[in-house]
Structures are given as structure tokens and as C-alpha cells.
């Protein structure tokens, strides 16, 4: 089982549609979560983090956790074509392993007019 | 958000020689920064973490006599690629941990490493 999974892509959606992005850990010790949008050829843009339970918001994006389940999610709100690119979900665990962050394999969204 | 910078941003080398690469961040003092390596189509890997003033810690399978990862500062870290061959070839990037704030990794703007 691969420590940090992101649902298969890739997504496709219309220009105003929400996305939805999803990403399960295998590690239950793991403390913070990272969403990070990488553009082609780019190195990844850090687009949110989420340390608590429950939902943060922060413009069109939502992240969600759900410790129980060892579910992180990213919904992406009135999608815009500018929003295509691969999105990176990154777990870091605690521990002697502080401060790594494991990634999953991405997932490409394609925002089509 | 905090700015960390890559150089060079692409480097073509012969095979078998040594290629420096420099990660700086620039507003902000990062006691850890972190190299990763990112293959065509695939994810990041983490290669080493790199710790201002002591020995980086590799991670399993990356060689650390081929590697050479120097933290002299709390603004710089930099990756030397010794020998270098065409299976080398592959998009370095670099992180650095903001010591200050809570702790989120910025990534630099990757090394595109070709080796001929």
C-alpha cells in the first residue's frame, strides 16, 4: 500500500464546476497536510495546509481532514482554466521523521472552457 | 509567501562530470531544507534532508558519496552531483522549512539536469 494515495486522474471538468480532489495516508501519525499545484515543467506552488480536523477555506479552495479516516481532500470552487495542472498531496509525519514530507503521485485536472 | 531561489535553472553536462547546484532562501532562515528529484510524468522523491551545520540524512537508495549535500548556512544549501551520468538527467528541486513561522515548506523553482 503506497503510503500517500491521490484518486486517479485524470479529472476532467467545465470552466465554473467545482473539482474535487482526494488523497488518503497510510500513516496515522502524520500531522500535517499539504496541497501543492504544479504547473508543467514548474516546481510545485504550495496552494494550502490543514493541521486540525474539519475544513479551512481559503478563497475558491477548501481543504477538508478527517484524521479517522486518513482523508484529505481539496475542492476547488468555480474552476477557471488557469486552474489545469497536477495537484500534489504531501503528508508529513512527526517523530524522527519531523519536517519530510511524503508525496502522492498527483493528480491532473484539466479545467476545459 | 516566502522565496526560495535555484541555481543554476538548467545545466547540459558532459557524462562524467560534476554539477553544483545552489538553493537560497531569500527572505526567510531555514535550519532544514530538503532535496528532491522529480522523473519525467512521476512525483517528487524525496533524495536527502539537509540540516545547517551537521551531516544530511539521505534517504534509502540515494548514494551520498554521488550526492554531496553541504548546509553551510541558514540561507543556503547547496547539491553537488559528482560524476554525473545520463541517468542522472532529471529535475532537482530544492525546499526550504521557514524555522519561523510554522514550519511550511516553499519550494525553489527547480534545476532541469540534462547529462549527455
Known amino acids: 500500500q503506497k503510503e500517500v494515495e491521490q484518486n486517479s486522474g485524470p479529472l476532467s471538468v467545465p470552466e465554473g464546476a467545482i473539482a474535487s480532489l482526494n488523497c488518503t495516508y497510510s500513516d496515522r501519525g502524520s500531522q500535517s497536510f499539504f496541497w501543492y499545484r504544479q504547473y508543467s515543467g514548474k516546481s510545485p506552488e504550495l496552494i494550502m495546509f490543514i493541521y486540525s480536523n474539519g475544513d479551512k477555506e481559503d478563497g475558491r479552495f477548501t481543504a477538508q481532514l478527517n484524521k479517522a479516516s486518513q482523508y484529505v481532500s481539496l475542492l476547488i470552487r468555480d474552476s477557471q482554466p488557469s486552474d489545469s495542472a497536477t495537484y500534489l498531496c504531501a503528508v508529513e509525519t512527526g517523530g524522527t521523521s519531523y519536517g519530510k514530507l511524503t508525496f502522492g503521485q498527483g493528480t491532473i485536472l484539466t479545467v476545459h472552457p | 509567501g516566502a522565496v526560495v531561489s535555484q541555481h543554476p535553472s538548467r545545466v547540459i553536462c558532459k557524462s562524467g562530470t560534476s554539477v553544483k547546484i545552489e538553493c537560497r532562501s531569500l527572505?526567510?532562515?531555514?535550519?532544514?531544507m530538503f532535496w528532491y528529484r522529480q522523473f519525467p510524468k512521476q512525483s517528487l522523491m524525496l533524495m536527502a534532508t539537509?540540516?545547517?551545520?551537521?551531516?544530511?540524512?539521505?534517504e534509502q537508495g540515494v548514494e551520498k558519496d554521488k550526492f554531496l549535500i553541504n548546509h553551510a548556512s541558514l540561507t543556503l544549501s547547496t547539491l553537488t552531483v559528482t560524476s554525473a551520468h545520463p541517468e542522472d538527467s532529471s529535475f532537482y528541486i530544492c525546499?526550504?522549512?521557514?524555522?519561523?513561522?510554522?514550519?511550511?515548506?516553499?519550494f525553489g523553482p527547480g534545476t532541469r539536469l540534462l547529462v549527455l
Open positions: 525546499s526550504a522549512r521557514d524555522s519561523g513561522g510554522r514550519e511550511t515548506q516553499y
Open positions: 527572505d526567510f532562515q531555514a535550519t532544514t
Open positions: 539537509s540540516n545547517e551545520g551537521s551531516k544530511a540524512t539521505y
